[in-house]
C-alpha cells in the first residue's frame, strides 16, 4: 500500500496585537506576558506527554516518529469487545440464576416441574407470550455474544500466518472461520469448542423451560331416552366385571348424573363439539321413547363387546356430523340434541428446574470460556482487516512479493505454484466492477443457502400438512393464533407422551428449529461480514489530485469487502483492534452495529415466531377433579407463525441475494478474508517505514524505469 505522511505541523500561534489608544502599553505588556506564560505551561506539558509516549513507544515497539492522537479510545478493540460479551453472559446468567430460584422458592417443584400460575387461560397465555419473548432476546444476545468471542479466537497471530504462508497455505481475516481451527493454537480451539458447544443445549431447551400447560377432562358419553331427565332416571346396571376400575367408575358416575336436573346442562350441538376439554359428562337423548339397554350375560357381552379387553378407537368427525344434524344417530338411534356438564378451562404456567438448570450449566460455561479467552489469546490476533494490513505493511510477507495484483482466486493455487517465478499482470482500474457475491466463497454461499432453503420447505410441507388436517375437521388454520394448544393441532410421530420420556421427547422435538435457526444466523452473520457493498450516493464523485484520491463524502467501513475496495478510492487510517499512531480503534469486528443490531433483531423475531409455532403442548387429564393418568406431553403446532417464520427466511434469502448481485467499483483485486491475497497488496516502499500508522491507500508505488517493459508495483 502507498503511504503519504499527513502529519500536519503544529501552527504557531500569533495571538493579535491589542491596538494602542494612547495609554495601553501596560495593558498590552500585561497581556503578552500571561499569553508567553500559557504558551510556556502548555510547551512543559507537551514535552511530558512526548516523554510518556517514548516510553510508551520502547514498550509497545510503536515508531517514535509517529505522532498519536491526544486522547486514546479506551471503548475500542478486541479485548473490551471480549470484556463487554463477559460482562453481557455474566449478566444474562444472573438473571436466569435469579428466575430460578425465586420460581423454585416460590412455588416449589414435583418431579422436577414447578407451577408458577393456575387460573384463567387469557392469563396464561399472556405470561407465556411475554417470557418467550424474554427468553428469545436473552439467548439471541448470548448467542451473539459468543459469536463475538469465537470469532476473536479464531482470529490467527502473525506467526501462525507466516507458517501457514510458508507451506502455501492461507488462514481467513476478518470473519468467523472453520479452516482457521486446524491452523491455530489448541487452548483457543479447545474455548471455541466450548463455546460452540454450550449453545446446543441453550437452543434445545431454552424456549421449553417455560411452558404452557391445559386441563383436559375424560368424558363419558351415554345414549338416553327423554325420560332420563325427566323423572331423574334410576339406572341399575349389574356391572358384569366388578373388579373393573373403569366398569365401577361408570356405573357410578352415570348413576349420579342421572339424579341432575336439566338446568345443570348446557346443550352441546354437534357443530360445537370441537374440542371436548371443558366437558365432563356427555348425554346425547334418543329420538324415539324406547329402550336403550338390554340385560346380556357374560359371554354375550364379551362377543359383542369386547372394549375392555381390546382398545377399538372410534373417530367423531364433528365437521360431517354438523353438516347434517337433523339426522345424527348413534348406532342407528337418532339424536335430538346434547347435554353436557360444563367445566371451565383452566391452564397452568409451568417451568422445569432441570432444564432451567441445564441452561445455567451452559451459561457459567460460555461465561468462564469468554473472560479465558482474554489470557488465551497470545500474541496480537489479525481480528480485522485492518490488522492484517497493519501487520503486513509493519512486516511485509516475503511469500508474496512480487504479486501485488494477485487476488484471492488468484492465490488459491498458490500451493502448487509455490516455487514458480511471479509473473507481471496488466491492471486496469477503469470502470472495473465485480459482482459482490466473489468476495465469499461459493462453499460459503451453498452452506447457506442450502440450510436456509432446506428449512424453509420442511416448514412449507408441515404448512400444507396442518391446513389439510385442519382444514377437514371445519376448523380455518389461521384462527387458532399463535401458540395456542388444540386437539387438532398435534404432531404424532410414535414418540412417547406420557411421563418423563414423552416430556424430553416432546422438548426436543419441538426446539429442534431452535438450532437450525440459530445456525442460520452464525452463517448470516459470517456471510454479510465477508460482502457488503459500498455506499456511494447518486451524486458522489472522485477526483484524482496529485497524489492522492479524494471523494466528495468520507467512505464509512462496512464489512471486508467494502473495507477493502475503499483503501483503493480514498486514503484513511486502518480501523484496527489496538489502536497506535493515527489509527482508528474499533468496538465492532466487521459487522458494524447498524447491522449488526438489526440482524440480532430479526434473529429474536424468528426464534420467537418459531416458538409459537412449533411448541411443547402439555395435558393434564382429570377425570372427577382427580389426575387420573401421566400428563401427556406432545408437539403441538400454529399455522400462522410458520407462514410468519417462512416469510422472514424468504426475506433473508432475497436480501442476501440482492447483496450478493449487486456489482460494486473495486479499482483493486478483491481479497476477501484471504491472508495471502490481502499480504499480496502491502508492500511498500522499503522507504516507508511508518505506512502502518498513518492514513494509506492501495496504488502504484514503484515504477521500475530501468526495466524495458515498465513493471510497476
Keep these: 500500500m502507498d503511504m503519504e505522511d499527513l502529519r500536519v505541523p503544529k501552527a504557531q500561534s500569533s495571538p493579535e496585537r491589542m491596538k494602542d489608544t494612547g495609554d495601553g502599553g501596560d495593558e498590552e505588556r500585561e497581556v503578552h506576558t500571561s499569553f508567553n506564560l500559557r504558551q510556556r505551561v502548555r510547551s512543559i506539558a507537551q514535552n511530558v506527554v512526548d516523554m510518556v509516549q517514548g516510553i510508551r513507544y520502547r514498550h509497545t515497539g510503536e515508531p517514535q516518529g509517529v505522532s498519536v492522537r491526544e486522547k486514546r479510545d479506551r471503548w475500542s478493540g478486541w479485548r473490551f469487545g471480549v470484556r463487554a460479551c463477559g460482562w453481557t453472559s455474566s449478566a444474562v446468567l444472573s438473571a436466569n440464576v ?75 481475516t476478518g470473519t468467523p472461520s472453520l479452516r482457521n481451527m486446524l491452523r491455530i493454537r ?115 357381552c364379551i362377543s359383542a363387546y369386547s372394549s375392555t379387553f381390546q382398545e377399538a378407537a372410534r373417530k367423531c368427525d364433528t365437521k360431517k356430523v354438523g353438516e347434517n344434524a337433523d339426522n345424527w344417530a348413534i348406532n342407528g338411534k337418532r339424536i335430538d340434541y346434547c347435554l353436557s356438564q360444563d367445566m371451565p378451562p383452566r391452564c397452568e404456567l409451568q417451568f422445569s428446574v432441570s432444564i432451567l438448570a441445564a441452561v445455567i450449566a451452559c451459561n457459567v460455561f460460555k461465561t468462564v470460556a469468554m473472560f479465558l479467552t482474554l489470557y488465551a489469546q497470545k500474541g496480537m490476533p489479525i481480528v480485522t482487516v485492518g490488522d492484517a494490513v497493519a501487520a503486513f505493511l509493519e512486516e511485509p510477507d516475503p511469500c508474496t512479493a512480487g504479486r501485488c495484483l494477485a487476488s484471492r482466486v488468484d492465490l488459491l493455487g498458490l500451493k502448487q505454484e509455490h516455487s514458480a517465478e511471479s509473473m507481471p499482470k496488466v491492471f486496469s482500474a477503469t470502470d472495473r466492477s465485480v459482482w459482490l457475491a466473489s468476495a465469499a466463497s461459493g462453499k460459503r454461499w451453498a452452506i447457506t443457502f442450502g440450510l436456509t432453503i432446506l428449512w424453509m420447505s420442511i416448514s412449507a410441507f408441515l404448512l400444507s400438512m396442518a391446513t389439510r388436517t385442519l382444514g377437514s375437521t371445519g376448523v380455518s388454520p389461521y384462527a387458532l393464533g399463535f401458540g395456542a394448544i388444540d386437539s387438532r393441532a398435534l404432531i404424532d410421530l410414535g414418540l412417547p407422551s406420557a411421563g418423563t420420556s414423552g416430556l424430553i421427547s416432546a422438548i426436543l422435538l419441538a426446539n429442534l428449529p431452535q438450532a437450525i435457526v440459530s445456525c442460520l444466523y452464525l452463517l448470516y452473520n459470517g456471510l454479510l461480514t465477508v460482502s457488503t457493498p459500498p455506499s456511494r450516493r447518486p451524486d458522489e464523485t472522485f477526483e484524482r489530485s ?145 505506512a502502518a500508522y498513518l492514513p494509506v491507500m492501495w496504488g502504484e508505488t514503484v515504477v521500475q524505469e530501468s526495466v524495458a517493459e515498465g513493471i510497476g508495483h
Excluded at 448467542?143 to 506467526?159: D, E, G, K
Excluded at 507466516?162 to 492461507?170: E, I, L
Excluded at 422472514?648 to 491475497?677: E, K, N, Q
Aim: negative net charge; contains cysteine; glycine residues 6%.
Design 98 to 172: 435469579i428466575l430460578t430460584v425465586v420460581l423454585a422458592a416460590k412455588f416449589g417443584s414435583t418431579s422436577g416441574i414447578g407451577t408458577a400460575y393456575y387460573g384463567d387461560c387469557s392469563v396464561a397465555n399472556s405470561l407465556n407470550t411475554w417470557l418467550h419473548i424474554l427468553i428469545n432476546v436473552l439467548s439471541s444476545v448470548l448467542l451473539s455474544a459468543s459469536n463475538y468471542t469465537m470469532q476473536v479466537l479464531a482470529a490467527p497471530t502473525r506467526q501462525e500466518i507466516d507458517k501457514a504462508h510458508s507451506k502455501g497455505d492461507w488462514l481467513d
Design 546 to 690: 496529485e497524489t492522492v484520491l479524494t471523494s466528495g463524502r468520507r467512505h464509512k467501513c462496512l464489512f471486508s469487502a467494502q473495507e477493502w475496495s475503499n483503501y483503493a478510492h480514498t486514503r484513511k487510517s486502518l480501523r484496527v483492534s489496538s489502536p497506535c499512531g493515527q489509527q482508528r480503534g474499533t468496538y465492532y469486528l466487521q459487522l458494524p452495529l447498524r447491522y449488526s443490531v438489526p440482524l440480532i433483531a430479526i434473529s429474536v423475531v424468528l426464534h420467537w415466531f418459531i416458538s409459537q409455532a412449533i411448541f411443547l403442548a402439555r395435558v393434564n387429564v382429570f377425570d372427577n377433579g382427580e389426575a387420573s393418568v401421566d400428563d401427556i406431553s406432545q408437539v403441538g403446532y400454529s399455522c400462522a407463525p410458520i407462514l410468519g417464520s417462512i416469510l422472514i427466511g424468504a426475506a433473508l434469502l432475497l436480501g442476501a441475494l440482492a447483496a450478493g448481485f449487486t456489482r460494486f467499483r473495486t479499482d483493486m483485486p478483491v481479497a476477501g478474508s484471504c491472508s495471502l491475497a490481502i499480504s499480496a497488496a502491502c508492500h511498500a516502499p522499503n522507504s516507508d517505514q511508518d
Design 186 to 300: 489448541w487452548p483457543r480451539v479447545v474455548s471455541w469448542i466450548v463455546l460452540g458447544l454450550s449453545s446446543v443445549p441453550i437452543h434445545l431447551l431454552y424456549n421449553s423451560a417455560i411452558f404452557k400447560t391445559i386441563e383436559s377432562n375424560e368424558y363419558l358419553m351415554a345414549v338416553v331416552t327423554p325420560d332420563w331427565m325427566k323423572n331423574g332416571g334410576n339406572l341399575s346396571i349389574n356391572v358384569p366385571w366388578s373388579g373393573s376400575p373403569g366398569d365401577q367408575a361408570a356405573g357410578t358416575d352415570l348413576s349420579a348424573a342421572s339424579q341432575g336436573t336439566p338446568s345443570a346442562w348446557d346443550v352441546l350441538m354437534p357443530y360445537n363439539m370441537d374440542y371436548l376439554l371443558g366437558v365432563q359428562r356427555l348425554f346425547a337423548e334418543n329420538h324415539e321413547n324406547t329402550t336403550m339397554f338390554t340385560r346380556m350375560d357374560n359371554a354375550d
